[in-house]
């Protein structure tokens, strides 16, 4: 699969950053995943264990939130 561009990882992430503030909370994660969760399937328990995994992977510094550098590192350093 081909890198993404900067611009790429910048739509991506303000698609799930809802309010623009540069960091992604765990609410709007929920927001963003949850129903393509829903959409599959997925249990609410599981996908919501899920999005804890995530944020957990994602949020390098420990702050409760995922910056733009934090998605980008995660992005440009796994195969999607």
């Known amino acids: ?8 990882l910048r739509k991506e992430f303000r698609r799930v950053d809802k309010d623009n503030d540069g960091s992604i909370t765990v609410e709007e994660l929920k927001k963003y995943y949850l129903p393509m969760q829903e959409m599959l399937g997925v249990k609410a ?3 919501e264990q899920e999005i804890k995994g995530l ?3 994602l949020d ?5 939130t995922i910056s733009f550098e934090e ?4 992005c440009t350093s796994h195969t999607l």
């Open 71 to 74: 998605f980008k590192m995660f």
């Open 55 to 57: 944020l957990k992977r």
């Open 1 to 8: 699969m081909a890198a993404f561009t900067e611009e790429q």
């Open 45 to 47: 328990e599981v996908a």
């Open 60 to 64: 390098v510094d420990n702050s409760g």
